[in-house]
T-cell receptor, first 114, second 114 residues
Framework: AQSVTQPDIHITVSEGASLELRCNYSYGATPYLFWYVQSPGQGLQLLLKYFSGDTLVQGIKGFEAEFKRSQSSFNLRKPSVHWSDAAEYFCAVESNFGNEKLTFGTGTRLTIIP | EPEVTQTPSHQVTQMGQEVILRCVPISNHLYFYWYRQILGQKVEFLVSFYNNEISEKSEIFDDQFSVERPDGSNFTLKIRSTKLEDSAMYFC????????????FGSGTQLSVL
């Protein structure tokens, strides 16, 4: 069964600084990979996804993620964070059959300081 | 962008009572899901529904849970006799007919069992 590990429970960065959120997955083949963001009291918004092809994927709000098969990782990056990026970030994996359930990581809470 | 709508946003109930959580998926979508998130924990898959039947369910989705698409537009989750541990945010999600299509999440229903 697939699984996702987000090793950082809470990260604090200064506004304007760069950000990297880590995600490692376990799956027998190349999975579909996702990053979602959840602002307080809100639902889950898709930031970006990887299905195949270029291993560097661009998402909304200036985020990007890189799929590294050798490291089973799909880390999320942003070159310069804004105060509005403070939220909970979830990495998720889906089997490559598609239209199936997502398995989420435990999430990383991002705090932005002035 | 189209939206998945969930009502109510917050529901409080007494232990042992039945609750029905309602969702209106995006109109031309064919795959429907319920996920839940207990406070401070990760988002967990409950059930997927396609072609008017359950296609997959998790261990959490026991006999106390049921889903229904009663009228072709609504998608409901019923908990027959709520327990304290059912307190969570419940997310509905839907997806279109093609593999690789984006999964749209609703903003969730916060269920509090007292």
């Amino acid at each position: 069964a697939q699984s996702v590990t987000q090793p950082d429970i809470h990260i604090t960065v200064s506004e304007g600084a760069s950000l990297e959120l880590r995600c490692n997955y376990s799956y027998g083949a190349t999975p579909y990979l996702f990053w979602y963001v959840q602002s307080p009291g809100q639902g889950l918004q898709l930031l970006l996804k990887y299905f195949s092809g270029d291993t560097l994927v661009q998402g909304i709000k200036g985020f990007e993620a890189e799929f590294k098969r050798s490291q089973s990782s799909f880390n999320l990056r942003k070159p310069s964070v804004h105060w509005s990026d403070a939220a909970e970030y979830f990495c998720a994996v889906e089997s490559n059959f598609g239209n199936e359930k997502l398995t989420f990581g435990t999430g990383t809470r991002l705090t932005i300081i002035p | 962008e189209p939206e998945v709508t969930q009502t109510p946003s917050h529901q409080v109930t007494q232990m042992g009572q039945e609750v029905i959580l309602r969702c209106v998926p995006i109109s031309n979508h064919l795959y429907f899901y319920w996920y839940r998130q207990i406070l401070g924990q990760k988002v967990e898959f409950l059930v997927s529904f396609y072609n008017n039947e359950i296609s997959e369910k998790s261990e959490i989705f026991d006999d106390q849970f049921s889903v229904e698409r009663p009228d072709g537009s609504n998608f409901t989750l019923k908990i027959r006799s709520t327990k304290l541990e059912d307190s969570a945010m419940y997310f509905c999600a839907s997806r279109g007919r093609r593999i690789n299509e984006k999964l749209f999440f609703g903003s969730g229903t916060q269920l509090s069992v007292l």
